[in-house]
């Protein structure tokens, strides 16, 4: 993370007991994931341009390394414009003082049939607002035919006052 400046995230159990190996050179952020996983058991997915979430492969379905398929720009805008409208409705949900990754699964007409954090923002009451408010989300487009789910989105602490997140 440090020397790509891509955001990695995990849950530390996931990881408890599992070990990679050193990768020396000049490598892209997704070889460079590529090559430290190997072995592990794990995958990474992309979840944006700068973000990855190392995950165990689905069952039953062998799963690449990296997954960097990517969404059309249209279906991400609208999905992150409904997660902030959700957020942004309740004080406890609002962006800002927490850090926290999610996953979404988007039906076909483009609401939420599922929710969950990876990890914690650090209180529980903090993390059971956020699951309530995740499962009211429709973002009126179904996703990409193809794309992975669940779609991974991380929140990361920056105060709405500066990035306009929840001035309307």
């Not at 072995?39 to 700068?50: F, K």
């Amino acid at each position: 993370m440090r020397a790509s400046g891509v955001q990695v995230l995990f849950e530390s159990e996931l990881t408890a007991g599992r070990w990679s190996g050193e990768v020396n050179g000049d490598f892209t952020p997704e070889r460079a994931l590529t090559s430290l996983l190997s072995g592990t058991g794990l995958v990474a997915r992309r979840t944006d341009v700068d973000a990855f979430v190392i995950m165990p492969p689905a069952q039953g379905a062998p799963a690449p390394s990296v997954s960097t398929a990517r969404p059309d720009d249209r279906f991400l805008t609208a999905l992150q414009a409904g997660i902030l409208r959700a957020l942004c409705r309740d004080e406890q949900t609002r962006p800002g003082r927490y850090k926290v990754a999610i996953e979404l699964w988007i039906g076909s007409s483009g609401e939420v049939q599922r929710s969950a954090l990876v990890g914690s923002t650090g209180s529980d009451e903090q993390d059971a607002a956020m699951v309530a408010a995740l499962r009211r989300i429709s973002i009126g487009l179904p996703p990409p035919a193809g794309s992975a789910q669940p779609f991974i989105l991380s929140i990361g602490p920056r105060p709405p006052r500066e990035t306009g997140d929840c001035a309307g």
